[in-house]
Nanobody, 123 residues
Framework: QVQLVESGGGLVQDGDSLRLACTAS????????MAWFRQAPGKEREFVAA????????DYADSVKGRFTISRDNAKRTGYLQMNSLKPEDTAVYYC????????????????WGQGTQVTVAS
């Protein structure tokens, strides 16, 4: 069982940066794919970014490419989402997720989810 805890959300201005962190409870995290999803009010949860346990394999939603960077530190059992040039449309609850498979952007392939952290970008 893997428990995930997100942190780092908050209220920022248009164009600001924010870094989210996701810490896992289990050492097996290092062999899991990790991803970030987000859900805005009234919308479906959508894929943002993913990183495999092989740290240089990443995938991003088109809407965040060039602005967001996903990374991980397996020694700390922590994943990160660096978000730059934030826009009001990035406002959502951000969730991290983990999967023992190469799940990439497939929401249904992720077995473990955090509780979410709110990111609000004011215009």
């Amino acid at each position: 069982q893997v428990q995930l805890v997100e942190s780092g959300g908050g209220l920022v201005q248009d164009g600001d940066s924010l870094r989210l962190a996701c810490t896992a409870s289990a050492s097996m995290f290092s062999s899991y794919a990790m991803a970030w999803f987000r859900q805005a009010p009234g919308k479906e949860r959508e894929f943002v970014a993913a990183i495999l346990w092989i740290g240089d394999t990443t995938d991003y939603a088109d809407s965040v490419k060039g602005r967001f960077t996903i990374s991980r530190d397996n020694a700390k059992r922590t994943g990160y989402l660096q978000m730059n040039s934030l826009k009001p449309e990035d406002t959502a609850v951000y969730y991290c997720a983990a999967s023992p498979r190469r799940a990439y952007n497939l929401r249904g392939e992720y077995n473990y989810w955090g509780q979410g952290t709110q990111v609000t970008v004011a215009s």
